[in-house]
C-alpha cells in the first residue's frame, strides 16, 4: 500500500489510517475436474470490491482477466513462487480511476483439479469509500460517490459467484456521471 500511495505522488502512510483495523479474509478454492468445462465456469465474472488481492495458486491455471482494449478474456500463466496481486474497487476509487479494479473469472477444465487461495485485505466495514481529496480538483472532478463499505459487502454477498452473465452491485452505481445520466433520463421522461 505504501508503494502505491508513492505511486500515486501521496506520502508512503496515505493509507495507513484505514488499516489499523483492517478487513482481512482468506477464501480457499478448490475446483474439481468438470466434465463439461465449456459449460461451466470455476467464478463467474466479477471485481473484488477489497482494496488488494494477494492470490497465490497452483500451476494449473485457470484464472482470466478481461482486457480493457478489446474485452478479451486474457488467461494468466501461473508463476512459481508468485503472488498475483489483484486492484480491487476500494483503490479505484480512492485513486478516482487512476488505478482500475480489473474484471476477471475462474475456468475450469477436465482433467486436473486446482486450489487457489486469495487473501482479501481492505478497510474496516464502517468506512465510507470515497476519492481522496489530493487527488481530485476542479480539473479533475470527483467522479464516485461516497458509500459504505460494509454495506456494499452484504448487498454483494446476496448475488456474487452465481455462475451467470449476473449484474450485481457494483462501484460503476456510484460513478457521479451515470448518476447525472439516470437523473438526466428521469427528467426527460417527467418532460413528457
Ligand atoms: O481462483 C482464482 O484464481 C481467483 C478466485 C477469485 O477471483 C476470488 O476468489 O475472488
Ligand atoms: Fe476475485
Not at 494477494?54 to 478474456?73: C, F, M, N, P, T
Not at 483503490?91 to 476477471?104: A, G, K, P, T
Not at 476519492?131 to 454483494?156: C, I, M, W
Request: proline share 7%; with cysteine; charged share 25%.
Amino acid at each position: 500500500m505504501e508503494l502505491i500511495a508513492l505511486s500515486l505522488g501521496l506520502p508512503a502512510r496515505r493509507f495507513s489510517s484505514f488499516f489499523e483495523d483492517p478487513t482481512r479474509s482468506v477464501r480457499l478454492n478448490h475446483y474439481p475436474p468438470c466434465p463439461g468445462p465449456h459449460l461451466a465456469l470455476g467464478v463467474g465474472r466479477h471485481k473484488d470490491p477489497g482494496a488488494l488481492t494477494i492470490l497465490a495458486q497452483d500451476d494449473v491455471g485457470g484464472l482470466e482477466v478481461k482486457r480493457k482494449s478489446d474485452g478479451e478474456w486474457v488467461r494468466i500463466k501461473p508463476t512459481p513462487g508468485a503472488y498475483i496481486i489483484n486492484v480491487g474497487d476500494i483503490l479505484q476509487v480512492w485513486s478516482n480511476d487512476v488505478y482500475e479494479s480489473v474484471e476477471h473469472r475462474v475456468t475450469v477444465n477436465s482433467e486436473k483439479e486446482r486450489f487457489s487461495i486469495p487473501f482479501f485485505f481492505s478497510p474496516p466495514h464502517y468506512t465510507m469509500v470515497r476519492p481522496l481529496d489530493e487527488l481530485t480538483n476542479e480539473q479533475n472532478p470527483v467522479k464516485y460517490r461516497a458509500y459504505n463499505l460494509g454495506k456494499f459487502l452484504a448487498t454483494r454477498r446476496q448475488s456474487n459467484f452465481k455462475k451467470l452473465d449476473v449484474e450485481n452491485i457494483q462501484i460503476s452505481h456510484f460513478k457521479v456521471q451515470e448518476l447525472a445520466n439516470e437523473l438526466d433520463g428521469a427528467l426527460s421522461i417527467n418532460k413528457k
